[in-house]
């Protein structure tokens, strides 16, 4: 409860310099650096966007992977469908890792749960996921995530707009590549199915 009361803060404060025009760019986020992060800062150093783009995207991707996993815990699904989910798992788990270690390092580590973010499932999304089974459950997955993936290339265009984090920036162009790739396989895959 502390860490999300913690996020919330982070996020409210966020949000609050942005509509108030601040920049934070330049300010001590009092996280230091991790011994992981890049000593030039240039790459350490992050703005407003750069926070909200991995919140928002570390609860993306967690969403993203329990889709993943409820497609690989079913029995019945197309073999593509579950090698689909499965890499969608391996490349977004990493993803989390290391988004949460710049957020650490930011001094602004926390969750955006909760939080509206384009292409996110509902609970009733995700319990209709759950209950599919078979082709049902080929055909969603592979629409509900089209659809999550798209929000999460929105979210990574607009990083690549207001964002000055080096780490951060090649992060989004890196969902934007592979996600926009993946989006075109399973339109495929759909039409195939």
Do not use: Y
């Not at 749960?113 to 599919?132: E, F, H, I, Q, R």
Request: proline content about 2%.
């Amino acid at each position: 409860m502390k860490i999300r009361t913690v996020a919330l803060l982070s996020g409210a404060l966020a949000t609050t310099l942005a509509l108030a025009g601040c920049s934070m760019e330049g300010m001590d986020m009092g996280g230091g650096t991790s011994p992981s992060s890049s000593t030039s800062s240039e790459s350490s150093s992050a703005n407003n966007a750069d926070i909200t783009f991995a919140m928002q995207m570390v609860a993306h991707h967690e969403q993203a992977i329990e889709m993943a996993q409820m497609v690989l815990d079913k029995d019945g699904v197309d073999p593509r469908v579950t090698e689909l989910a499965q890499n969608i798992k391996d490349a977004q788990g990493p993803e989390i890792d290391t988004m949460n270690g710049w957020l650490d390092s930011w001094g602004a580590s926390g969750s955006m749960d909760g939080m509206d973010m384009g292409g996110t499932m509902s609970d009733a999304d995700m319990a209709a996921l759950k209950a599919a089974s078979g082709s049902e459950a080929n055909k969603l997955f592979l629409e509900q995530m089209t659809v999550h993936h798209e929000g999460a290339i929105d979210m990574a265009k607009t990083e690549l707009q207001t964002g000055q984090n080096a780490d951060a920036l090649a992060l989004a162009q890196k969902i934007v590549d592979d996600q926009t790739a993946e989006i075109a396989r399973m339109k495929d895959l759909l039409d195939t199915l």
